[in-house]
């Protein structure tokens, strides 16, 4: 027998929350005046927490006032509030169900699907190229491209000849390379997810920075391995007696280090520290995975030399990324490392993808041929991005502390108080999307008095975040609660 659905909600089974059910998860009406403002406020945040469902029928009126003991008047406002707030909706005959305010999202939610386009998104640090620059570089693209379709089109270790021109690129930095040691992948997140599955095993530990990047924190938390961390500090930057000591004590199989313009503190790993890493890494037996995606993004100072001049390179796996200086969507990346292991990573890398875009590899070719002068631009304008915000921050929200970084993408600013997490909820309801820093974490709890703001949006766009943030904190914050959920960042 087919069940008829419900009114509103055409094929749903009808679900309904029992008076008992629902009075057990809210606060005694008695604790707060008026009572029905304080009920309706905790169902909203239950179903924000998705702890209850949306399209669920309430009870009763006079079954919940039953439950809560209170009077079926306090339960008629309740009620009332929620569809005013958009939490709930009613329809004669059909009772009151659970919804979601539009523009809203429940917290279980990863913000790139929370805010939709019109919000501004500081949870990616990843510049757009010029448009004229993509169209050109593609018309380009068009008669190289026909050259090979004569051939099936699979390049398990990449294009040859960008590989050619990526190992000819790392020896013009100083470090000498091979297109056999060039290993060309869908990104930096790629080349790290395939290094992590060649390198190691479940349990296996893993040094990493603390604060880090969180998306290879993710694929190291999915690899199933054990983080040790060590302190990044935006005024101090690394501790190399401790990175020492935790390469000689817990001898990890691998180490993620962003030694360049440190995502997200901004800092810069010395002469000095890289060769001591480098020495306690060869005593330990540990590959370094050395993340360069910012390299090249020096705004006040010469580009680092690369991490692997500093010492004997055989353990270390160099990455490098187009995301950061070209464009993200291009999704093009690559590894350095010695030939043996580029080989045993490609042949990992079949039983992923078979192999990276022919389309993507060519344009890549391109913009690549072009890349000192593209640079040049795109370092001019992020200084006077960066500027503009430093600005704004000033003016908005005075009392955030930062220091500005001598090159990479974003700011990584202290807000004073643990509060980075409410204030990004908050913000989402002023059309600005951010992660709080307890993103960057290797532990829970950490960081949520740190924000990181990019400077990769147009100036004017900069300056009218800054003032929604201090819209939002102008609201009674508060310290964040434990609980995960899922995040998109960039």
Sequence with gaps: MKVKAAAGHPDRTPRTVGGRQLAALLPDPAQARPAYRHLAHAVGEL????????????????????????????????????????????????????????????????????????????????PAPPAETLTDALAEVAPRLAEHAGAPGYYPYGLPELRSVLAARCTARGLATTPEQILVTAGAQHALSLVLGLLSRPGDRIMVENPSYPNALEAMRRARLRPVSVPVTDDTGWDLGIMESTLRHSVPRLAYLIPDFHNPTGCVMSADERAGVLRAARRSGTWLVVDETLTDLALDTAPPRPFATHGPSDQVITVGSMSKTHWAGLRIGWLRAPARLVTELAAQRVANDMGGSVVDQLLALTLLAGADDHLADRLTLLRAQRAALTEALSQYVPHWTWRVPPGGLSLWVDLGAPVASDLAERALAHRVRIESGACFATDPGLFEHRLRIPFTLPEETLGEAVQRMARAEAEELRPAASGARPRWIA
Excluded at 49 to 60: E, S, T
Excluded at 89 to 101: E, V, Y
């Design 47 to 126: 179903i924000l927490d998705g702890r209850l469902a949306l399209h669920v029928r309430l009870p009763a009126e006079r079954e919940l006032a039953a439950a809560l003991g209170t009077s079926r008047t306090t339960v008629t406002a309740l009620y009332d509030l929620l569809r005013e707030n958009g939490f709930a909706h009613s329809r004669q005959g059909s009772g009151t169900w659970t919804s979601l305010p539009p523009g809203r999202a429940a917290k279980g939610v990863s913000r790139l699907l929370a805010a939709g386009d019109a919000a501004i998104d500081l949870a990616r640090a990843a």
